[in-house]
């Protein structure tokens, strides 16, 4: 930070303002955290909203960065303009955009329950009507406010001409604290914030920084004496930039590939760091934090008067894309090499990114915000791209293959352009140092080739493969050695406790069922074994792929899907409920591991529970499996317990989990004889068809040795529970940790 204050204010005249370079770098950092506090929440909400669907992942992220691209875009090119007739400084004008994304902190969550209300009649989760009505949506609920979060630096780049203070690199500046925030944002958001405030109050914590920098903005730019020609001036140079566009290509090419390697990291690292929150949190603020470094390099070596060249730092970028390929070999891989793998990428584009726009703005904020704006376009389609034709068809192996090729090409491009006007090229070696540049990328291009990732299996045994825009699909094993990933992630595999989460609900209902509901398919084995009934079974999945690997599993399963009473639902799971108003006898829930996972909290919360009760019969009854997780155990016990008047939970068969049995009526507790009586026999065949096979006593002794651990309710001595507002089995890290913290307080 001193080199980057000491370059802002050599060889300047004082300031006439009562704003110093330092208030101004507060600013913007306040800016960078709010910025990252927002877009996780919104995230979130979006996904409680519309569906947990990658579709709207991708939405709110497109979203966002067009906001943060027009805002900058319009930020330049109008505000002085529009200081001159408002008679404003344009201080107050950053501190008016700042109360705007104030009002967006507090608007955005009632604006996403009103969209979600407005849609429900509308197609399924993967329809194209859906997915485009709920974009819509989504960017009218959010786009203005990201549009004044992105005129934020041509605002502020104006303010510093306005009172003389402006330098041909004041966007690198600007942009270090706003990258800083975002890095401190990132981690505060996921791992304190969310857990100690809930997501409402941490947007409410947000907006109150942003109404205090708002606040002070105004009343400091009111102080401010506006001259329009005060300062040194900047030409527009619109003449100038036409004879680099190469800098525009750039800028676009590393926000789309940035971007889009940040959507097949989160894929490609999932098997190795995990699908909690904590995972993701981790990887965004390691791209952030090498972001910062690199923009922090490019300052020092600008205040030492030399840079590095935009070839070399092109032919460098290619070797560092494909870094965690070779990094992350599961044959190689270690437990911190992902985050590793990312950081010299990450390096290199947040040293190249504000070289540029400081060569092309030199203090200009036009210019900046139109340059920005580039950077910002490629950032929009690089994920869709990424998340919609790449990994749907080729693995993360390849696609960061695919997205490393154009650094090469563009640091071929880039000979002729060394290094910014006024600071000469660090780089001595000339065509030899090029050379030896561009003979590294070619190793690690060939090498990549010969690598593998998590979702190209090791084993010799037979593998099936499908991916999607959601995920990469695999299915492994022979007979009952089965398995099911997810993204690299183990799901499940062919076991009987599946069987029991559908046949005890319904032997318990006794009676006429003629309505089932499974949510989450997995192998399809609940969904099978709820078909034996002979009633009307719905499965409800989030992942396109899942259900095509079904017969993998089953060798029974072309006669499943064969059966007019069965079907299978590509949605989300919440918001199938409340799109339809079918009721059920019987809904089976069994979320994908681990109960941590990252939007997890969703299929335990009091909310998504009433929502359940309100699809149930009279009488009907809810199954929902959970893990052997204690801690998350009491907190899922309480929210049930608080959703429906009557509860009794059963141990899992060899005791690996729990089945919760939930009504609004009260759930009698018959003795084995009494259930296996309820069955049909088609029921009792599909019960038996790998444990107790042919061997009425097993069978009979398996179902006692459940129904002897029943027990009403699960009351632990806890006052947690699991809302939409407050995921507490997802957000664990403070809980955890702050022990440790108070002793070293103490010490």
């Known amino acids: 930070m001193s080199v980057a204050l000491e370059t802002l204010t050599t060889n300047h005249a004082p300031p006439r303002s009562t704003a110093p370079a330092a208030v101004l770098f507060l600013f913007f950092f306040c800016s960078g955290l709010c910025g990252l506090v927002y877009q996780t929440v919104w995230l979130r909400l979006a996904l409680a909203s519309f569906g947990v669907i990658t579709p709207v992942v991708s939405v709110v992220l497109a979203v966002f960065m067009l906001g943060l691209g027009l805002g900058s875009w319009l930020g330049g090119k109008y505000i002085d303009a529009a200081k001159q007739r408002l008679h404003l400084s344009a201080l107050t004008m950053y501190g008016l955009s700042e109360l705007v994304i104030t009002a967006g902190a507090l608007s955005v969550p009632s604006l996403f329950s009103i969209g979600q209300q407005a849609l429900l009649r509308i197609g399924e989760a993967d329809s194209t009507l859906y997915l485009s009505a709920s974009a819509l949506v989504i960017a009218l609920a959010i786009m203005p406010f990201t549009i004044a979060m992105g005129t934020t630096f041509p605002f502020i780049m104006s303010f510093l001409r306005e009172i003389g203070q402006s330098e041909k690199r004041s966007f690198s500046f600007l942009y270090i604290a706003n990258v800083a925030g975002a890095v401190l944002g990132a981690l505060l958001t996921a791992f304190v914030f969310i857990e100690i405030w809930g997501f409402h109050g941490t947007l409410s914590a947000a907006a109150m920084v942003n109404l205090l920098v708002g606040v002070c ?64 949190a981790s990887l965004l603020t390691a791209y952030l934090l090498s972001s910062c470094a690199g923009s922090l390099w490019y300052r020092f070596d600008a205040w030492r008067g030399k840079a590095q060249s935009v070839r070399s730092i092109m032919a460098l970028s290619a070797s560092a894309g494909l870094l965690p390929i070779v990094l992350t070999d599961p044959r190689l891989h270690s437990a911190v090499s992902p985050l590793l793998s990312i950081a010299p990428l990450c390096a290199l584009l947040g040293y190249l990114t504000p070289m540029l726009i400081d060569e092309l703005s030199e203090g200009n904020p036009s210019v900046a915000g139109r340059a920005y704006a580039f950077n910002i376009a490629g950032c929009i389609i690089g994920p869709l791209v990424a998340g919609y034709f790449m990994l749907p068809e080729v693995s993360t192996r390849i696609a960061l293959i695919l997205l490393a090729i154009p650094y090469l090409v563009l640091a071929i491009a880039a000979m002729e352009k060394s290094s910014p006007p006024g600071l000469p090229s660090k780089d001595k070696g000339g065509t030899w140092s090029f050379v030896w540049q561009a003979g590294l990328a070619v190793a690690l291009f060939v090498g990549a080739l010969f690598c593998r990732c998590w979702e190209e299996p090791l084993g010799t045994d037979k593998v099936v493969v499908k991916r999607d825009y959601a995920a990469a699909v695999t299915a492994t094993g022979v007979g009952r050695d089965k398995t099911l990933t997810v993204n690299g992630i183990s799901m499940t595999g062919l076991t009987t406790i599946c069987k029991y989460m559908a046949h005890l609900p319904l032997a318990f209902k006794g009676g006429q069922s003629r309505d089932a509901l499974t949510i989450c398919f997995g192998m399809g084995t609940s969904f099978k074994s709820l078909a034996s009934w002979g009633l009307n079974v719905t499965a409800v999945e989030l992942i396109p792929s899942v259900p095509k690997v079904f017969g993998y599993f089953h060798s029974d399963a072309d006669v499943v899907l064969g059966n007019p009473k069965a079907k299978i639902v590509i949605d989300d799971g919440r918001r199938f409920l409340k799109r339809t108003q079918q009721k059920y006898d019987v809904i089976v829930i069994d979320p994908p591991p681990p109960p941590q996972a990252a939007g997890s909290s969703l299929l335990y919360s009091e909310e998504f529970y009433r929502e359940i009760r309100a699809h149930l019969k009279p009488g009907g009854i809810l199954q929902q499996w959970y893990p052997y997780d204690l801690v998350g155990l009491g907190a899922a016990a309480n929210s049930l317990n608080r959703s429906f008047p009557y509860v009794r939970v059963y141990d899992s068969l060899g005791e690996w989990g729990w089945h919760f049995l939930a009504s609004d009526r009260p759930i009698d507790n018959p003795n084995a004889d009494e259930l296996l009586a309820r069955m049909p026999q088609s029921a009792k065949n599909d019960l038996t068809e790998w444990d107790a096979k042919n061997d009425p006593a097993q069978l009979r002794h398996n179902v006692t040795e459940i129904l002897k651990t029943g027990k009403p309710g699960y009351r632990l001595i806890t006052n947690a529970r699991i809302t939409d507002d407050r995921p507490f089995n997802e957000y664990y890290w403070w809980r955890d940790n702050k022990h440790s913290f108070e002793f070293w307080r103490k010490r």
């Open 217 to 280: 903005a105004i009343a400091i730019g009111r102080k401010s004496v506006l001259q329009a020609n005060a300062g040194p001036q900047v030409s527009d140079r619109s003449s100038n930039t036409i004879t680099v566009p190469l800098h525009f290509l750039i800028l676009f090419v590393t926000g789309f590939t940035s971007m889009a390697m940040e959507v097949v990291w989160t894929r490609q690292f999932t098997p190795v760091l995990g699908n909690v929150v904590y995972a993701f």
